[in-house]
């Protein structure tokens, strides 16, 4: 059973720069990409960065662009996003997902529970 646990969200004040955290089990972790997708309150879905397979290749939306870096570390089956210079429009949900292949094309297959990150003076 694939399994993605999300750990590091919380309440914030704008400027820090907490790291999320993704465990994820069930699966061959290093053959997948993944990314992490933040659904803010009252609004869509939004895809905030994937990274491939093995590391190599990542994106970022443009507003996260700079301030915002995923990472993955293949033999602790992790993914991490450093947030830096946090701002209050990154208030969101933020989930943890895995591709289907060792690209980050397409739809997520599977989905974590989700961290809340709550940025607030």
């Known amino acids: 059973e694939v399994q993605l646990m999300e750990f590091g969200g919380g309440l914030m004040h704008p400027g820090e720069s907490p790291r999320l955290s993704c465990a994820a089990s069930?699966?061959?972790?290093?053959?997948?990409?993944m990314s992490w997708v933040r659904q803010a309150p009252g609004k869509g879905l939004e895809w905030v960065s994937g990274?491939?397979?093995?590391?190599?290749?990542?994106n970022y939306i443009d507003s996260v662009r700079g301030r915002f870096t995923i990472s993955r570390d293949n033999a602790k089956n992790t993914v991490f996003l450093q947030m830096n210079s946090l701002k209050p429009e990154d208030t969101a949900l933020y989930y943890c997902?895995?591709?289907?292949?060792?690209?980050?094309?397409?739809?997520?297959?599977?989905w974590g529970q989700g961290t809340q990150v709550t940025v607030a003076s």
């Open positions: 997902t895995r591709y289907g292949s060792g690209l980050y094309h397409g739809s997520p297959l599977d």
């Open positions: 069930g699966f061959p972790f290093s053959t997948f990409a």
């Open positions: 990274i491939s397979s093995d590391g190599m290749n990542v």
